[in-house]
């Protein structure tokens, strides 16, 4: 009887770092998942406070509209560029995950 008690243990223990093992490989996909998610809602979240401050400012006249034309161009274009690097570093982060030299991280 207490062989086959150990011998139960023995089994749920190996099933445990089973388990153990499988969770650890796929915590860097979830933690890659988490950045790339968080960065889009990120990008989101500033698209659309951007939006409503140009949106209830008017710009178009006085002393500083070139100002106001500038800022919103260049908001456009920085939000490009963020969106650009937010690719190259998730697929740099995915290719670290499946074994490849990115060579980031």
Do not use: H, K, W, Y
């Not at 889009?40 to 178009?60: K, Y």
Request: charged content about 15%.
């Amino acid at each position: 009887m207490a062989a086959s008690s150990q011998s139960v243990t023995d089994e749920a223990l190996q099933e445990g770092v089973d388990l153990r093992d499988r969770f650890d490989d796929r915590q860097g996909i979830v933690r890659t998942v988490r950045m790339v998610g968080g960065a889009m809602i990120t990008i989101l979240l500033v698209a659309v406070v951007l939006n409503e401050v140009f949106g209830s400012v008017d710009v178009g006249s006085g002393p500083f509209s070139g100002v106001g034309t500038d800022l919103e161009s260049t908001g456009v274009a920085a939000l490009g560029l963020l969106v650009v690097g937010l690719l190259v570093v998730s697929a740099n982060r995915i290719i670290n995950i499946f074994g490849g030299g990115g060579g980031m991280g």
